[in-house]
C-alpha cells in the first residue's frame, strides 16, 4: 500500500515556475514507479510525467518536454515535478499516482494510488 498526498500548487503567471512535491507513505515506496497526471475541468485525466523505481528512467507528455522535470527521493520517500514556463493550458489539477512493479506507464488505469490532487491555475 502506499498512501500519497501532493502540495505546492497555486497561482502563477504564465511564464512564472511552480514546484510540486509529493509525499508518500507505505513501505513499498522504493519498489514503486510514479507518475503525474492532470486533469483539467470537462477534460479527461491526461498523463504528464513518470519515473521509475531508482528514478533513472524518466518519460514526458510532448506538451510538457522541456519544460517539466519529474525527480525522486527515495530515502525521503518523494517525488517532484518542476514546472517552468507554464502557460495557461497547464492549468489543471495535478495528481501523484503510484504503482508497484518495475514498469511505469503513461496509462492512468494501470496506477492503483493516488493523491487527492493540487490545484495549478497558470493566469494569462
Known amino acids: 500500500q502506499v498512501q500519497l498526498v501532493e502540495s505546492g500548487g497555486g497561482l502563477v503567471q504564465a511564464g512564472g515556475s511552480l514546484r510540486l512535491s509529493c509525499a508518500a507513505s507505505?513501505?513499498?515506496?522504493?519498489?514503486?514507479?510514479l507518475g503525474w497526471f492532470r486533469q483539467a475541468p470537462g477534460k479527461e485525466r491526461e498523463f504528464v510525467a513518470r519515473i521509475s523505481r531508482n528514478g533513472v528512467l524518466t518519460a514526458y507528455a510532448d506538451s510538457v518536454q522541456g519544460r517539466f522535470t519529474i525527480s525522486r527521493d527515495n530515502a525521503k520517500n518523494t517525488v517532484s515535478l518542476q514546472m517552468n514556463s507554464l502557460k495557461p493550458e497547464d492549468t489543471a489539477v495535478y495528481y501523484c499516482a503510484a504503482r508497484i512493479g518495475y514498469f511505469s506507464s503513461n496509462y492512468y488505469g494501470d496506477y492503483p494510488y493516488w493523491g487527492q490532487g493540487t490545484q495549478v491555475t497558470v493566469s494569462s
Open positions: 507505505g513501505r513499498t515506496f522504493s519498489d514503486s514507479c
